[in-house]
């Protein structure tokens, strides 16, 4: 499972997930909801908490928080160029997502657990592969002062 050689032949279940992340990309991210109001992401058929087949699409929060998080010094390959970078789990109002977590410029990443982050799809620095992005949400509500 963890060898990179499923680039060509992209399995359904990977091209959701890719129409997923376009969907995001263009500031439409959503998650699978049941009727219980369990969310998950595609390519989830089903509900992975109560097992309904009947999901819809609901639109994720704009600004999610973060439950946790972890900073990773020594990557692996497929992250070498990225290193040193954060991994977060955000609660984005339906579901969470677990993606990298990036601040402006060459600053070290330093999350915080509640911190409001916005998403985003961004490239890995080392092979370019599209990932979920989160970004630090204060740069746009706060005083501005950025130059
Ligand atoms: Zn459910």
Known sequence: ????????????????YAEWLDALADG?????????????????RVCPECG??????????????????????VP????????PYATAVVDFGPTRLTGVYREGGD??????????????VGERATDGERLVVFRPADGETGSGIER
Request: hydrophobic share 35%; glycine share 10%; net charge negative.
């Open 107 to 120: 600053a070290a990443p330093d999350p915080a657990v509640g911190d409001r982050v916005t998403v985003d």
């Open 28 to 44: 439409g991210g959503f998650a699978l909801v049941c009727p219980d109001g369990h969310g998950s992401l595609p390519p989830r």
């Open 76 to 83: 692996s390959p497929r992250f070498a160029d990225d290193a």
């Open 1 to 16: 499972m963890s060898d990179a050689d499923a680039s060509e032949d992209a399995a359904p279940t990977d091209r959701e």
């Open 52 to 73: 309904s087949a009947d999901l819809s699409r609901g639109a994720l929060d704009e600004t999610g928080v973060v439950e946790t998080y972890s900073v990773v010094h």
